[in-house]
Nanobody
Framework: QVQLVESGGGLVQAGGSLRLSCAAS????????VAWYRQAPGKQRELVAR???????NYADSVKGRFTISRDSARNTMYLQMNSLKPEDTAVYYC???????????????WGQGTQVTVSS
């Protein structure tokens, strides 16, 4: 019913930038909240950034001042602009969205498939 498709990952040198995109498609009535998570090898998945229902943004301390989350509601797309990348930012990045479907009017959480970001030193 709903798909989140990510793009924009890749290999970059430390200090470089990447922009991740996540496009939602399907029978979407509205998107309440969006977020980016990441999971490094051997570690738990962690929240990177989030835009809540009221538009409030939150960032992990480790990315504050370097990463920016945004969304284009008209295109049902979210973005994560990542600047000044560090080797410790290496991880699989996942988008997450709380979406209300046309079919049942209930908010449910959905995940993208993940995109690899590798930062070399």
């Amino acid at each position: 019913q709903v798909q989140l498709v990510e793009s924009g990952g890749g290999l970059v040198q430390a200090g470089g930038s990447l922009r991740l995109s996540c496009a939602a498609s399907g029978s979407i009535l509205s998107i309440i909240a969006v977020a980016w998570y990441r999971q490094a090898p051997g570690k738990q998945r962690e929240l990177v950034a989030r835009i809540g229902g009221g538009g409030t943004t939150n960032y992990a301390d480790s990315v504050k001042g370097r990463f920016t989350i945004s969304r284009d509601s008209a295109r049902n797309t979210m973005y994560l602009q990542m600047n000044s990348l560090k080797p410790e930012d290496t991880a699989v990045y996942y988008c997450n969205a709380v979406i209300v479907l046309v079919s049942n009017y209930r908010p449910e959480g959905y995940w993208g498939q993940g995109t690899q970001v590798t930062v070399s030193s």
